[in-house]
């Protein structure tokens, strides 16, 4: 599948949280990138998408202290929030069923060009005036997995 505009997937991709207490630096290639309108984002995202990063989780280093809000998914699932103790600022996700995956939060990225979405996922969820880009690719509720790493 084409995509220029990608990053190289062997990039490190960097970030933190607002106030700097943690920091993160992930080896991981960037598997998926989507803005999602599930209802749980909203409520993380002050009422928009949250943009996300779908990485594989081995390589990755975190530093600073981070607490973990957990929840049970619709597909029964444990869902894992990591947010800055400090700050608050949103992470990363993880769930039970992918341990071998984590989700970054686009708004703690030091790079936010890194976040531009591939498609709009959970759309069914959002509110009438919510904004879509129907140009790309759109799921009303939760997407297939994405493709597994190569190499
Ligand atoms: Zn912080
Ligand atoms: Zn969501």
Do not use: H, K
């Amino acid at each position: 599948m084409p995509d220029s505009a990608s990053p190289s997937p062997s990039a490190p991709v960097t970030g933190g949280c607002l106030c700097g207490s943690v920091r993160f630096r992930l080896r991981g290639p960037v598997l998926a990138r989507r803005a999602c309108w599930c209802r749980d984002c909203q409520f993380l995202s002050s009422g928009n998408t949250s943009i996300n990063l779908i990485v594989a989780t081995e390589g990755s280093e975190i530093t600073g202290e981070t607490d973990v809000y957990e929840s049970d998914a619709d597909s029964g699932n444990r869902m894992r929030r990591s947010f800055c103790t400090r700050c608050g600022t949103p992470l990363f996700s993880a769930s039970s069923g992918r341990p071998q995956l984590m989700v970054v939060r686009a708004g703690a990225l030091d790079d936010p060009e890194l976040g531009r979405p591939e498609g709009f996922i959970w759309t069914g969820s959002a509110p009438s005036w919510g904004l879509i880009d129907r140009d790309l690719e759109c799921v009303a509720g939760q997407p297939g997995a994405p493709p597994q790493p190569r190499g």
